[in-house]
Structure formats: structure tokens, C-alpha cells
């Protein structure tokens, strides 16, 4: 079974090749290696997955049209699993047209690959982004995300639309993932867990914004990608969809369903690293929410996963990958 996987040399990316290659599936992987955040760190993480039997990397950004439909013609894959994204909340609210080429227009791109060959599943991600200032909580999938609050989050919303029109026109099973604040070993630098560990051992302070009073709902990597392997296994059925249509589209929240308050969070990290932090008290930053919740009763029900690491756990062993790669 051979899997693509774009944004391979992401922080999510990398995991999962990894996981899907040491479970005896075959990876082509795909990345443009953008410069949004440490170059050297996806070449570090890509290096850790070139030599391994089963995988195979080309350099290729999702915009590029005809590179993507050369790819789709040339290769024929099982599955897809689309993790390549411009990330990032506040970045977008500067670098609109990057969310835009990358995230919507090479997902279309992606898509009418797909619809060349018979794709037995294409699981893309969203985020947690798309709940916006939604009341609710937790976050179900089926709640109304018609208020998006940041570019990335309206893109992130149009992926799920755009992948429901695909699924309906050309029956391409699909799924949409919707991330909870994912964090651990090999992670993104632009991310606070990472920032605040970085300046904490270095002996600078801190930005806490909203004057700390947030919530997140921390996701250890690992559990992340057990609910993708699994989710991709199961390509959702015609008439799967609790919504009016019933086209092969499924979307589910991967969350660790425990969120905890951004002063608790800082708290966990200064134990782990045995400093204390010296905190910057900042006011809500456009485009952030006060607290993501995700509520994962459906993917428990479907596969029979729930993320459970805990914080403590995720943040040690993140630690100990920091200061290995780091040398510190």
C-alpha cells in the first residue's frame, strides 16, 4: 500500500511517515520546504526519513499545477493524507496570499489528482481554528463554524468545503481532521510550547497573552497520529454523514478532551525544566480564541481511539528532545 503524504518534512508529516513506514507501508512524501520556520529543522526531520526502505521524497509545493498533476500521473497511490499547509494564526494576518496559494488553491490541486485515480481514502487536516467564537463547548463537529476569526481558520473551513464538493461530484472518500493544539518532540518553533521552553532555558521571559486567562486542549503528537493511522484505514461510506448530504465525507476532532489553562501549562514546563518563567502579562491577540475543547465522543465511536497522554508526559518528553537537538 503506498501512501501520500504532503508536508512530510512538517512537524505532523514526519511522524506519520515514520509510523506509516515502521507499519510496513510505503511513503512518497512531498514539501516545499517554505521558510515560515526553521529550514534546518524539516531538513533534520526529512533526514531521518530518506534512508529508511519505503520512502521516497520529492521537493514539491501543492500550488504548482502542473507539478502536482505530473505527480498524480506519474504515481499511483492507496491512500493520501494532505498535512501540507500554511500554518500558523498570526502569520496570516500579515501573509494573506501564502494561506490562500497554499492552502486553498494547492488543495484543489491535490483534489483533482485524486479524482485521476481510484484513492481508496484522502484524509486532510483542518484545525480547531474553524470553531472560531463558537460559545459551545467542547467543540463538536457538529456545531455551526460560520465564524471564523482568522484567515487560516477560513481557509482551514474551506478545505472541509471544498473536500465535501469533491466527495459529492466524484465519490472520493473523504475526512477531515480537525487538530487540537499539537505538541511534542521534533515540533514547530512558531508554536508556545516551544517558545516558552526556548526562552525559559535560556533565562528570558515569557509573552502570556489574554493576562493568561486561556485554555487549550494539548494533544501529544503520538495520539495524534494513532487517530490518523486509524481514520485512514476506515474511509467513510456513503451515507456515513450525520449532515443533510450523505456523500463519503466524515469529519472528526482529534483532541486529548482535557483542556488546560495557560498558567497551568506554564507551570508543567517550568517543573520539567526546573526554572522558573519570567512572565511578560499581555492582552488577547487578534485572531486567538479564550479556549479550544475538543469533544472526541465520534472518534471513540468509529475507531476506537481517544487521546489520552498527559501533560506531564507530553511536556518531559519534549523537554528531553529539545535538549538533545539542541544540545543544551
Excluded at 520556520?37 to 501543492?62: E, I, M, S
Amino acid at each position: 500500500m503506498q501512501v501520500l503524504v504532503t508536508g512530510v518534512a512538517g512537524f505532523i508529516g514526519y511522524h506519520l511517515a515514520e509510523r506509516l513506514l515502521a507499519d510496513g507501508f510505503t511513503v512518497y512524501g512531498i514539501d516545499n520546504l517554505n521558510e515560515y520556520y526553521d529550514v534546518n529543522l524539516k531538513k533534520a526531520r526529512l533526514a531521518r526519513l530518506t534512508d529508511q526502505p519505503g520512502f521516497t521524497f520529492q521537493f514539491l509545493d501543492l500550488s504548482d499545477r502542473s507539478g502536482m498533476a505530473d505527480l498524480f500521473q506519474q504515481h499511483q497511490f492507496d491512500y493520501v493524507v494532505n498535512l501540507a499547509a500554511q500554518a500558523g494564526v498570526r502569520y496570516s494576518l500579515s501573509n494573506p496570499w501564502t494561506y490562500v496559494d497554499s492552502n486553498v488553491t494547492g488543495f484543489v490541486n491535490l483534489l483533482e489528482g485524486c479524482r485521476q485515480q481510484k484513492i481508496r481514502h484522502v484524509v486532510f487536516a483542518s484545525s480547531s481554528s474553524v470553531y472560531g467564537i463558537n460559545p459551545k463547548v467542547p467543540f463538536s463537529t457538529s456545531d455551526n463554524v460560520d465564524h471564523p476569526i482568522s484567515l487560516y481558520a477560513a481557509t482551514k473551513k474551506a478545505n472541509e468545503l471544498i473536500a465535501h464538493t469533491y466527495s459529492h461530484l466524484y465519490g472520493i472518500p473523504t475526512t477531515g481532521l480537525r487538530f487540537f493544539t499539537v505538541y511534542g518532540a521534533w515540533g514547530r518553533p512558531d508554536m508556545a510550547y516551544f517558545k516558552f521552553v526556548q526562552a525559559i532555558e535560556s533565562g528570558q521571559a515569557i509573552d502570556v497573552y489574554n493576562n493568561g486567562d486561556m485554555k487549550r486542549d494539548f494533544t501529544y503528537i503520538d495520539d495524534v497520529i494513532e487517530g490518523v493511522v486509524r481514520v485512514m484505514q476506515k474511509p467513510p461510506q456513503s451515507g456515513a454523514s450525520e449532515e443533510i448530504s450523505q456523500v463519503p465525507y466524515k469529519l472528526y476532532n482529534i483532541g486529548n478532551h482535557q483542556p488546560v489553562s495557560l498558567l497551568r501549562f506554564i507551570e508543567v514546563i517550568e517543573q520539567s525544566l526546573g526554572k522558573t518563567a519570567q512572565k511578560n502579562f499581555l492582552p488577547m491577540q487578534p485572531g486567538d480564541v479564550p479556549t479550544t475543547y475538543a469533544d472526541v465522543e465520534d472518534l471513540m465511536r468509529d475507531v476506537g481511539f481517544q487521546p489520552s497522554t498527559p501533560l506531564e508526559v507530553g511536556i518531559d518528553r519534549f523537554v528531553a528532545w529539545y535538549r538533545s537537538y539542541f544540545g543544551v
